[in-house]
């Protein structure tokens, strides 16, 4: 059954045509006017009920058109990927941060996944009626689209590699405001209905921020930046809520024009604060434009301001490494090996050093141990390999392959590895098959072509040898064999 929202009571339950929430008594008592006061017109008055309200509608409209047109262009209903909601103009450091400050709106119009459409625009729907008839339709405006930029900053603050999108922050923006409004606010509604009310509002933020804290998929950071703004903006406004319109227009603009200053200084807080990731975004493309120098210069300023930031440690070490600094390399990915003894990536790069720096028993401690962490990482034991290799201990070396082979069958570098070092034990025919397995997985590969061209040569097959020697060529220069006549 529902109740009035004025006084409380219960309505009938089979009023015809009953499209309001306001009781029989409650609504007589509004129309009757007595003879002998004037009308009151300077004042304020609050849509009883309203059905669609407009503003609400729209943003609930604006949101569906996006996630539709998201998925016409192939995009997943269910799980859209990460590149993706970048190109959507989702909310990303390196771009919000740099070159494209729009998606720090932008975002809040953009959702992943229909379940989280799906949630966000029943909450848009159930608060947005409320907000739209307690502080219009421009101020309701005002406060989701603020809400929603403040949440996005949060966002930014707290994890800015993190692509964020989605309504929640301007949605608990309008939660916060009404809080504060109601409980501010001299509205005229029964003190039943506005607490029953807060309770529903308290309850829907306290449920959501404990939900949000409990599953790291959620971005609380921006349900909290929305709420505390949506609180702050609804408290400014509470008191001028029922004045005439005149004078509210004037403090909304008042409130609206010192929340643009604040989320301006904001802004340029969290660009002080997480900026750098811009910085790591360009190293990110110079690596894979393989300008690796490049891409130390833009990170070494970043972590002289960062010294503990593990990402722009451990892509400066690869850079580093990648360039054929060494020396740079080992110190950088000691660092971020010893601030997190858990990062393979770094334990892996390290490794790496010193395979090249041929201190191969320290490759094979680093490598081993990746192994034993890790029992489903085939790159650990095809790099294991090779330092058993360096150790001159074949019979390991070539345990270590087929342990990485058996992990995973796809790894064609492990699988030319083990030829090679069949190859070193005489054990020529294993040696070949493998090698040509190599092959005919990955016709492409010049050094598989030239490591077959060596096996055939031991077997004394020179034209095998010859044929494999000229596809090699061919594939290092970046020409195709001419096709047979």
Known sequence: MANCTRCGRELPSFSWGQTSDVCPACKASLQTVPANVPPVTAARTIPLSVKWPPVTTTL??????????????GISVTEPKINELIRWQANWGPLSLGSQPWRILTSNYLHIGILHIFFNMWCLLDLGRLAERVFGRLTFFLIYTASGIAGSLASLWWHPMVVGAGASGAIFGLAGALIAALYLGHLPIPRTAIQRTLKSLLLFAGYNLFFGAAISRIDNS???????????????????????????????????????????????????????????????????????AAAARELEPVVARHPNNQIALG????????????????????????????????????????????????????????????????????????????LNDEEQAIAAYRRALGINPANNDARVSLGLALLRTGEINPAIASLEDAVNREPQSADAQRALAAAYEKQGNRTGALAALQKAAELEAGQNPSPAK
């Open 60 to 73: 609930v409209g604006i949101n569906l058109l996006v996630f539709v047109a998201m998925v016409a262009s």
């Open 315 to 390: 892509l400066l070490g690869e850079a580093r490494m990648r360039n054929q600094d060494y020396a740079g390399a080992e110190k950088t990915l000691k660092r971020v090996v010893t601030l997190n003894p858990k990062n393979v990536p770094a334990q892996s790069d390290l490794g790496w050093v010193y395979l090249k720096t041929n201190r191969f028993e320290h490759a094979r401690d680093v490598f081993s141990k990746i192994a034993s962490d890790n029992p489903k990482d085939d790159e650990a034991q095809a790099l294991l390999g090779n330092a058993f290799e360096g």
């Open 222 to 292: 921006a349900h909290i930046g929305g709420l505390v703004a949506g609180l702050a903006m609804g408290a400014a406004l509470s008191k001028h809520l029922m004045v005439s319109s005149e004078e509210r227009g004037r403090w909304r603009n008042l409130v609206f024009v010192a929340s643009a200053v604040v989320l301006f200084g904001c802004a340029t807080q969290v660009r002080a604060h997480s900026g750098y990731t811009v910085a790591l975004n360009n190293a990110l493309n110079d690596m894979q434009g393989h300008r690796y």
